[in-house]
């Protein structure tokens, strides 16, 4: 079992910048955040494997950045160029199921055994 705590979600001006940290009580091989909305279904925003390779959702590609520090077992999301669109409840997921550790990547949430609370995110246009 594998605890997840996110932090650094804040409300900004579109435009602006955020960083969200997800600190895991243990290594996981795939590591990825996701987001919720008001009245939306959750959503993979990025993820990223064992060998740091990444994969983003369209809506964030060149405005976002994963990343992961193995040595502290925290998954980082630098977040650059927010919208009001970006509005949401991110979490943080994490799994070490079969597909991650041949080097998959997954988007859809329900590819994720380990989930944290959440940290939201609220951008003002």
């Known amino acids: 079992q594998v605890q997840l705590e996110e932090s650094g979600g804040a409300s900004v001006q579109a435009g602006g910048s955020l960083r969200l940290s997800c600190a895991a009580s243990?290594?996981?091989?795939?590591m990825g955040w996701f987001r919720q909305a008001p009245g939306k279904e959750r959503e993979g925003v990025a993820v990223?494997?064992?060998?740091?390779?990444?994969s983003y959702a369209d809506s964030v590609k060149g405005r976002f950045t994963i990343s992961k520090d193995n040595a502290k077992n925290t998954l980082y999301l630098q977040m650059n160029s927010l919208k009001s669109e970006d509005t949401a409840m991110y979490y943080c997921?994490?799994?070490?199921?079969?597909?991650?550790?041949?080097?998959?990547?997954?988007?859809?949430?329900?590819?994720?055994?380990?989930w944290g609370q959440g940290t939201q995110v609220t951008v003002a246009s």
């Open positions: 997921a994490a799994t070490g199921a079969p597909w991650c550790r041949f080097g998959g990547l997954r988007l859809d949430s329900t590819a994720y055994d380990y």
């Open positions: 243990g290594y996981t091989d795939c």
């Open positions: 990223i494997n064992n060998d740091r390779t990444t």
